[in-house]
């Protein structure tokens, strides 16, 4: 399985553009890398995922090098709301379905 | 987007009871689950992988015999922690991609957690 490495914690002004950068470097051929935002108390939720270059949706872009060993999440002008723990996975093809290995993820923290 | 829902959110139950936590996919059908066990300010760990129709794949070091898992239909896979203790409180929360789409390029979709507190 690969295992993926991000920083343990983040601080960040309101209204900045944060960055999370993981590092995967035993990332398969066919692997997707995964983004998800968890707040206290809740299941994680999707926020992009993506296998190579840059993906962009209406939170988040992806930056993927081309060596994929690792990639970094980017949130534009991050609010209060924000403040949240962000999981970078590696999506594992298990036996025809997916299995999703949780590393120790960022906690970021916003501040006014 | 599909939606996965657990019961109860919450939980408080005495110590050597069994407690059972729901996960049902809303929308879609899911061959596979999967259950995660979450400890305060931890990351989650996976416990198991629930197939329907058939037993349970366990993580190593995760009792099969404590932690029942049922997976008897495509929207329904059940965690049955039995004989619960004290070291079994935690956030439990449940996860599954829908049928035909699974792969690696799916996303998972997880259902609320459920907070167990065993006294």
């Known amino acids: 399985l690969a295992k993926t490495t991000q920083p343990i914690s983040m601080d960040s002004y309101e209204g900045q553009e944060v960055n999370i950068t993981c590092s995967h470097n035993?990332?398969?051929?066919?692997?997707?890398i995964t983004w998800y935002q968890q707040f206290p108390s809740q299941g994680p939720r999707f926020i992009i995922q993506?296998?190579?270059t840059k993906v962009t949706n209406e939170v988040a872009s992806l930056f993927i090098p081309a060596d994929r060993k690792s990639s970094t999440l980017s949130l534009p002008r991050v609010s209060l709301s924000d403040t949240a723990v962000y999981y970078c996975?590696?999506?594992?093809?298990?036996?025809?379905?997916?299995?999703?290995?949780f590393g120790t993820g960022t906690k970021l923290q916003v501040i006014p | 987007g599909a939606v996965v829902s657990q019961h109860p959110s919450w939980v408080i139950c005495k110590s050597g009871t069994s407690v059972k936590i729901e996960c049902r996919s809303l929308?879609?059908?899911?061959?596979?689950m999967f259950w995660y066990r979450q400890f305060p300010k931890q990351s989650l760990m996976l416990m198991a992988t629930?197939?329907?129709?058939?037993?349970?794949?366990?993580e190593q070091g995760v009792e099969k015999d404590k932690f029942l898992i049922n997976h008897a239909s495509l929207t329904l896979s059940t965690l049955t922690v039995t004989s619960a203790h004290p070291e079994d409180s935690s956030f439990y929360i449940c996860?599954?991609?829908?049928?035909?789409?699974?792969?690696?390029?799916?996303?998972?979709?997880f259902g609320q957690g459920t907070r167990l507190t065993v006294v």
């Open positions: 996860s599954a991609a829908p049928a035909g789409r699974a792969g690696r390029d799916t996303e998972a979709f």
């Open positions: 035993n990332i398969a051929t066919n692997d997707y």
């Open positions: 993506g296998y190579k």
């Open positions: 996975l590696v999506v594992v093809n298990s036996g025809g379905y997916q299995k999703v290995t």
């Open positions: 929308d879609f059908q899911a061959t596979t």
């Open positions: 629930s197939n329907e129709g058939s037993k349970a794949t366990y």
